[in-house]
């Protein structure tokens, strides 16, 4: 390759990943501000507040909502944001057609869970509890279809913003019936489904309009049938691969709560741990989310994507064994914090649950980075593979160690173990594929220094657990700190390279 050509090809590599950790550092920025409050101030107060059991009934019907997608999203979202990041042209003429697959994959979408849920047993207010579920997560998806368009025109800030609208709603309106005297004490779960299903409208409505404004779509359907079975059959990989996902990432909730002898308690008690993992993978998918159109642009325009990877794990890698390590050591002060229910009877099982799930944060880290790219890439057969051994393996361990654990009243524990095996072994998978489907060089100082950084983060929160006389907040801002420091001693930041990449010099 001609000199020059080296030196464009760094210097767009270099400008990619200025823009990329701009704007990542604005979206963490604006979620920070959003999703944990939702996270740890309304869900958790609405599981406090409502009657024992409904909350986990929620759950569960949360967790069967999400396993349908396959029919609700039928891989539409990515398929669409990959296609518009790398022709930004083509919006205006696939928007029609994609918004009219998208309502009417919907409706089907509704009727096959409702069926399904009928089937497993659900009745009454069970049933109606469960189509309100459905209304929201079809308006929930309806929102992430206009967004992955104004994420692939690489308008991330503005698609961040969007993003927390719903949650900024939600927050407003739960937190007034939670706190007004004359609906605080009456609370029922109900009224937060109905909540959901109006934020996610109006944010549906709110995001309409803001595509319009920065492209020329128009609000218009064409069902067209040979067109959307273009658009099936086109996007037929990436549904297969969202419905497997969706199996080996939700099935444990549902499973819980069918298998169990006492499955609402059992699978409130994987609602309270999974929320906590929940609220701290928004970091991950938030990386996800501008990393699929960014490696679409810089893949269609033949450009290296492992500086963009590195980056990216660097950031997130250290991270999410500071906070899967402090989980662990500090899982009986956090869970007896925020829930009522980790402070009597059965206390131990909402730690051991928690645990075993924040321990599963760096598996899920490594995914987002790695998943994503092998998407972008269009390797659709591999990502379909290593997901069908995710639900042989989370579905076998499940059938297994729920019933093993819940024998001793601990069904729960077994999910969450299962949890982690999947996690770990898929997030190795992808990792492996993606060095060989697009060529990413292995570093083997790379890696060992971050095996030396979980060691020693380790060894650091048990010295501080162990030793440090003091409250567990203390100990746990000192190990934080320590950890973050720890950083720059091994390299994976530097203040030269921040300073750089937010063109300081």
Not at 117 to 130: D, P, S
Not at 335 to 359: D, K, T
Request: proline share 3%; glycine share 8%; charged share 10%.
């Amino acid at each position: 390759m001609p000199a020059i050509g080296k030196v464009a090809l760094i210097f767009t590599a270099g400008v990619m990943r200025r823009f990329f950790v701009k704007n990542i550092l604005f979206v963490i920025a604006v979620n920070v501000l959003v999703k944990p409050v939702w996270v740890l101030l309304i869900d958790r107060t609405v599981q406090n507040r409502v009657p024992a059991g409904e909350y986990g009934t929620y759950q569960a019907l949360l967790s069967l909502s999400i396993i349908f997608q396959i029919i609700l999203d039928f891989g539409i979202t990515n398929y669409n944001s990959r296609t518009i990041a790398q022709e930004p042209g083509r919006l205006p003429e696939l928007f029609p057609s994609m918004l009219s697959a998208r309502l009417v994959l919907m409706l089907g979408y509704m009727l096959l869970a409702c069926g399904w849920g009928w089937l497993l047993g659900y009745r009454g207010w069970e049933l109606e509890l469960l189509a309100g579920i459905l209304v929201f997560q079809g308006l929930n998806a309806l929102v992430a279809f206009i967004r992955s368009n104004i994420s692939a025109l690489h308008k991330f800030k503005t698609d961040a913003i969007l993003s927390i609208a719903d949650r900024l709603l939600m927050i407003l309106i739960c937190g007034f019936l939670l706190l007004y005297p004359a609906t605080a004490g009456r609370f029922r779960i109900q009224w937060f489904v109905t909540t959901q299903i109006f934020c996610y409208l109006a944010t549906a409505i709110a995001a309409y309009v803001v595509l319009v404004r920065i492209a020329r779509v128009r609000l218009r359907f064409a069902f067209h049938g040979p067109t959307v079975l273009r658009i099936i059959r086109d996007t037929l990989p990436y549904a297969l691969l969202i419905f497997q996902m969706s199996i080996y990432n939700r099935a444990d909730a549902m499973m819980v709560e069918r298998i169990c002898r006492d499955g609402k308690t059992q699978a409130t008690i994987w609602a309270s741990a999974f929320r906590l993992l929940d609220m701290v993978n928004m970091l991950g998918l938030m990386f996800a989310t501008m990393l699929l159109p960014l490696y679409g642009r810089m893949l269609s325009q033949k450009q290296d994507v492992a500086g963009i990877v590195k980056l990216c794990m660097n950031m997130l890698m250290p991270l999410s064994f500071v906070v899967g390590v402090a989980g662990i050591f500090f899982s009986g002060d956090i869970m007896h914090l925020l829930y009522n229910g980790a402070s009597g009877p059965g206390s131990a099982e909402y730690q051991i649950v928690f645990s075993w799930l924040i321990a599963s944060f760096p598996s899920w880290c490594m995914m987002y980075v790695y998943s994503t790219l092998l998407t972008a890439n269009g390797s659709l057969r591999i990502l379909n593979i290593v997901a069908f051994a995710g639900v042989v393996i989370n579905l076998s361990l499940n059938f297994w160690l729920i019933p093993s654990f819940s024998a001793n009243g601990g069904g729960a524990i077994g999910a969450a173990i299962t949890s982690f095996t999947t996690q770990t072994v898929l997030a190795f998978a992808f990792m492996i594929a993606c060095t060989r489907m697009v060529n990413l060089p292995f570093n083997l100082k790379w890696v060992l220094a971050l095996v030396s950084y979980l060691l020693a983060t380790c060894a650091l929160a048990w010295f501080i657990h162990s030793y440090l006389h003091a409250g567990w907040l203390v100990q746990l801002a000192l190990l934080g700190v320590i950890s973050v420091a720890g950083m720059f001693v091994f390299r994976f930041v530097s203040f030269g390279a921040l300073k750089q990449l937010m063109g300081k010099q």
